[in-house]
T-cell receptor, first 118, second 108 residues
Framework: GAVVSQHPSWVICKSGTSVKIECRSL??????MFWYRQFPKQSLMLMAT?????????EQGVEKDKFLINHASLTLSTLTVTSAHPEDSSFYIC??????????????FGPGTRLTVT | QKEVEQNSGPLSVPEGAIASLNCTYS??????FFWYRQYSGKSPELIMF????GDKEDGRFTAQLNKASQYVSLLIRDSQPSDSATYLC????????FGAGTRLTVKP
C-alpha cells in the first residue's frame, strides 16, 4: 500500500489563529488526495477532494474559504484551517488514492492530525 | 438512505470466536469493496478488499461479497483482544463511500 505522512500529528492553537496541516505521499505520486474530519466516536466525514494543479472540490456544507486546500505537487497537499474556533477541534485525516494496481479506488490514510482549539 | 450501512454495534465476542461484520450498499454500480480497521484515536488501516462475488480469505480474515444482494461481510476467525476496533466498510464507484463503522470488542 501507499505510505502517507501528516504533519503535525497534533496541534493546539488559540481561537482565531490559522493552522496548516501537511499531507505527503511518500512512495508514489498522488494526483488525488482526500481530506476527512472525524469527531470523537463519529464516522469519517469527507471534507474535500484535492486534485493536483486544480481547485479542490468541497463537500456540501464545508466552507471553502475556511478550509483552504492547496495541492501544489504530486506528493503534497495542505489543509489550512483559517480563523480556527473551538468547534473546529477534531481529528483531520488525509488519504491518497492508490494507483489501482491491486484494486480500483483503494485509499490509504495518513496517521491523522488532532487539532485542539482553545 | 445512507449509501453504505453498517450496524454500529457494539459487537462483543469472546476471544477465539468468529466475529461477523456486515455491510450493505445502495449503489449497484459499486465495483470494489473495502474493509478498514480503525483503532481508537488512530486513522483507518486497509485490511482487505474484494471485487468479485464470493469469498476472499487472508489469514484470519474472510471477506464475502454478494452483489445481487448488495451485501458485504467480514469474518474474523479466532478473534483476539487486539482485534477490538471499529471496522469501516467502503464501496467504490468513482468515489469511495464509507459506512459509519461497527465497533467490535473481543473479550479475553
Amino acid at each position: 500500500g501507499a505510505v502517507v505522512s501528516q504533519h503535525p500529528s497534533w496541534v493546539i492553537c488559540k481561537s482565531g489563529t490559522s493552522v496548516k496541516i501537511e499531507c505527503r505521499s511518500l512512495d508514489f505520486q498522488a494526483t488525488t488526495m482526500f481530506w476527512y474530519r472525524q469527531f470523537p466516536k463519529q464516522s469519517l466525514m469527507l471534507m474535500a477532494t484535492s486534485n493536483e494543479g486544480s481547485k479542490a472540490t468541497y463537500e456540501q456544507g464545508v466552507e471553502k474559504d475556511k478550509f483552504l486546500i492547496n495541492h501544489a505537487s504530486l506528493t503534497l497537499s495542505t489543509l489550512t484551517v483559517t480563523s480556527a474556533h473551538p468547534e473546529d477541534s477534531s481529528f483531520y485525516i488525509c488519504s491518497v488514492r492508490g494507483t489501482g494496481g491491486r484494486a480500483r479506488g483503494e485509499q490509504y490514510f495518513g496517521p491523522g492530525t488532532r487539532l485542539t482549539v482553545t | 438512505q445512507k449509501e453504505v450501512e453498517q450496524n454500529s454495534g457494539p459487537l462483543s465476542v469472546p476471544e477465539g470466536a468468529i466475529a461477523s461484520l456486515n455491510c450493505t450498499y445502495s449503489d449497484r454500480g459499486s465495483q470494489s469493496f473495502f474493509w478498514y480497521r480503525q483503532y481508537s484515536g488512530k486513522s483507518p488501516e486497509l485490511i482487505m478488499f474484494i471485487y468479485s462475488n464470493g469469498d476472499k480469505e487472508d489469514g484470519r480474515f474472510t471477506a464475502q461479497l454478494n452483489k445481487a444482494s448488495q451485501y458485504v461481510s467480514l469474518l474474523i476467525r479466532d478473534s483476539q483482544p487486539s482485534d477490538s476496533a471499529t471496522y469501516l466498510c467502503a464501496a467504490h464507484n468513482n468515489d469511495m463511500r464509507f459506512g459509519a463503522g461497527t465497533r467490535l470488542t473481543v473479550k479475553p
